[in-house]
């Protein structure tokens, strides 16, 4: 059964601590997503990789937050430096690049971020 | 910009009750929609797609149906049950490609 991972899964960290947040996507998928969900803002995409090529990353605060993808199988998430605003939960979803029309996106459980 | 309206008050229904919920967009003309389910402490998990051009589609007990007019998509869980209780999210295509944006969800409580 194929999952996408996420580490870690809770982070308490210090306001202006570098946080990194990894995920593996599903094994085969070409598409990785970075969203952040909040009470307030809900689900909100930061970053969208195809092919492991940043496509968009409108959503994301430029100058604290970056995200890349090594290889195929490690997308990373970092926040630098990480501020009490930062608090929430980290999505990563990957999905299989077959069609626009049938693209479905599979999500790992989440990193609990707090800033203190 | 996209704006996506899901009723972000609790639905309450009684077991055995058909489960309706909605989903209101504006700005926009999306190619697809899409249903996630997710439960406190998950990541969301996908439950069906609509094209534009489908009226209808359905999955054992979920029905989705898409009014490209009125810009809306109602989700309906027919014989609800407990297990159903969780935060419903719709999702919208965007910009043609393969980005979603999600609208802020509804809980469903389904008493038995």
């Known amino acids: 059964d194929a999952r996408v991972t996420q580490t870690p899964r809770h982070k308490v960290t210090e306001m202006g601590q570098e946080v990194t947040m990894r995920c593996q996507p599903i094994?085969?998928?070409?598409?990785v997503f970075w969203y952040r969900q909040t009470m307030m803002q809900g689900l909100e995409l930061l970053a969208y990789f195809r092919n492991r090529a940043p496509l968009d990353d409108s959503g994301m605060p430029k100058d604290r937050f970056s995200a890349e993808m090594p290889d195929a199988t490690l997308a990373t998430l970092k926040i630098q430096p990480s501020e009490p605003r930062d608090s929430a939960v980290y999505f990563c979803?990957?999905?299989?690049?077959?069609?626009?029309?049938?693209?479905?996106?599979?999500f790992g459980p989440g990193t609990r971020l707090t800033v203190l | 910009s996209q704006k996506i309206e899901q009723n972000s008050e609790a639905l309450n229904i009684q077991e055995g009750k058909t489960a309706t919920l909605t989903c209101n967009y504006t700005?926009?003309?999306?190619?697809?929609l899409q249903w996630y389910r997710q439960d406190p402490g998950r990541g969301p998990v996908f439950l069906l797609l609509i094209r534009e051009n489908e009226k209808e589609k359905r999955k054992e007990r979920l029905k989705v149906t898409f009014d490209t007019t009125l810009k809306q998509s109602l989700f309906h869980i027919t014989a609800s049950q407990p297990a159903d209780s969780a935060t419903y999210l719709c999702?919208?295509?965007?910009?043609?490609?393969?980005?979603?944006?999600f609208g802020g969800g509804t809980r469903l409580m389904v008493k038995p």
């Open positions: 999702a919208l295509e965007r910009n043609a490609g393969n980005m979603l944006t």
């Open positions: 094994l085969g998928h070409n598409t």
């Open positions: 700005n926009y003309s999306p190619a697809y």
């Open positions: 979803a990957s999905g299989p690049l077959e069609s626009v029309y049938t693209d479905t996106q599979y």
